[in-house]
Every structure is written in structure tokens, then in C-alpha cells.
């Protein structure tokens, strides 16, 4: 079974970045995508980012502009660059990955934007 550790989660202000990172237990260049998915409390997960393994990338509509996904093959690894972060953004930021065999999670890190 896959594994993905999520990572850079915290506290930021406002107009504030972070770095998120999530580690696959095997190689992503295996995965048919790989992503970010968010939930507030009392709301239904929503898309953050995603990218193929072909490169394709795909983000949600309040995202595009302010956050980039990225992967680091060498290193099993996907990042969510998040500028501008709005009070909004306040949510569980989870990994995802997709295979033919399934869909994987992560354990999610927290993002609370405030002041």
C-alpha cells in the first residue's frame, strides 16, 4: 500500500507562503497522478492541485495564480508552493495519489492562515 507524509503545514499570516511536501513510499513516476486536496471543517474536500505523470497540471479556481505543484521524481516527492494565502485557506491540506489500483491519502497537515 502506498504511503504519503505530508509536511510544512502551520501557522501563517495573510499575504504569508508556505511550502508544503509529501513523500510517496514508492516511486511517483508510477502514479497515474499525484496532488493536493484540501478540507475546512464543515466542507467537502476541494482540489487544490494536481499533475500527471505526464506533466499535466490542473488546479482549482481559486488557486491558479497563487499556488504551484511540483515533483522531484528523484525523491518521491510532490510540493504545493502556496503564496498570497488567504484566511480562506484555512483547512486540512491532504496528499493524494492516484494508481489503476486506487486512490492513496495522506494523514493531511494543517494550514491555518490568520492574523
Known amino acids: 500500500q502506498v504511503q504519503l507524509v505530508e509536511s510544512g503545514g502551520g501557522l501563517v499570516q495573510p499575504g504569508g507562503s508556505l511550502r508544503l511536501s509529501c513523500v510517496a513510499s514508492?516511486?511517483?513516476?508510477?502514479?497515474?497522478?499525484m496532488g493536493w486536496y484540501r478540507q475546512a471543517p464543515g466542507k467537502q474536500r476541494e482540489l487544490v492541485a494536481t499533475?500527471?505523470?505526464?506533466?499535466?497540471?490542473n488546479y482549482g479556481d481559486v488557486m491558479k495564480g497563487r499556488f504551484t505543484i511540483s515533483r522531484d521524481n528523484a525523491k518521491n516527492t510532490v510540493y504545493l508552493q502556496m503564496n498570497s494565502l488567504k484566511p480562506e485557506g484555512t483547512a486540512v491540506y491532504y496528499c493524494?495519489?492516484?494508481?489503476?489500483?486506487?486512490?492513496?491519502w495522506g494523514q493531511g497537515t494543517q494550514v491555518t492562515v490568520s492574523s
Open positions: 499533475v500527471t505523470s505526464g506533466g499535466t497540471t
Open positions: 514508492e516511486t511517483i513516476s508510477s502514479m497515474y497522478a
Open positions: 493524494y495519489a492516484r494508481r489503476v489500483l486506487g486512490n492513496y
